[in-house]
């Protein structure tokens, strides 16, 4: 025999059934219900993605590099929040409720953490232009801010969209040309900035294939069509002075150098979107001057 439910046990019922299924919704997401409150980032790349994801009230500490203007875009709003050392004592100490950080960094820290009990994000350099939407809903995921993440992501989807790459033609080259020679090879995000812009990375046709650096001979016979200075802007160094060499001047003048500081593409930031349009302004008037 059936038996009739009243309307308050079919109410409960209901209300049972509905936060099984927002419980199950988070979960397959892999976004909180609730958004973290005590988070430490030992990360220069979460650093800064937290700083546009959630209010500075929340953050209990940065890595000393978020400050550091000469590679953080964010290091003046970091100025609002404290900043911690990456040792084990001072990460348990300060009683986060989400750690974040690099894979490859800061290990002995993050390892505390994980055996004190604190939940703990690690996340990967980003390499490709493509994928910076998908880290910036990762750290918004794991902070408990969804919404915030996709909202910033589709913001860089639909920007990033509006510069398709260039089809056609042969590509302008470009080198990547840094303090003590060092160049920027395939496999990074700089090197897929460049190819997005519509350059040819001529860094890797150039003499030390498996070396970081380059002599400022060998890129003066095999000079590319645009030399991108990245320097950088804070303070001077004996390893910056290769890129203030007369020789180096005389063989590339304007249109033919671009400087950008390092801060622009060390990491997958909506930020990093700027120096697209900046390489893209140089292409177009490269192309313009021949």
Known sequence: ????????????????????????????????????????????????LLLQLVPARDIVGLSPL???????????????????????????????DLVVGGRYASVTALLAA???????????????LVDVPEQIVAVANA???????????????ARLAAHPMPVGGAAPSAVIYAANGFVTRAGSLADD??????????????????ALGVPLESLLVRPPELLVVARSDVGTSM?????????LRDAFPAPHRLSLPDRMWLCGLPQT?????????????LESSR
């Open 1 to 48: 025999m059936a038996v009739s439910r009243s309307p308050t046990d079919r109410m409960r019922a209901w209300g049972w059934r509905s936060a099984i299924l927002l419980l199950a919704v988070v979960l397959a997401g892999g976004a909180r219900a609730e958004p973290r409150h005590r988070i430490v980032s030992l990360n220069l790349c979460t650093d800064q």
């Open 66 to 96: 978020a400050r550091d203007c000469a590679y953080s875009v964010m290091c003046h709003e970091a100025e609002a929040v404290p900043v911690i050392r990456p040792t084990a004592e001072a990460v348990v100490a300060a009683r986060p």
């Open 114 to 128: 994980r055996q004190a009990g604190m939940p703990v994000e690690l996340f990967d350099p980003v390499e490709r």
């Open 143 to 157: 902070a408990g801010v969804p919404m915030r993440g996709r909202a910033l992501a589709e913001a860089f989807r």
């Open 193 to 210: 900035i460049l190819v997005r812009a519509g350059f040819r990375n001529a860094a890797n046709g150039l003499d030390g294939r498996h």
């Open 239 to 247: 390893a910056q002075a290769v890129l203030d060499h007369p020789a």
């Open 273 to 285: 979107l700027d120096t697209l349009d900046r390489l893209i302004e140089a292409r177009t008037a």
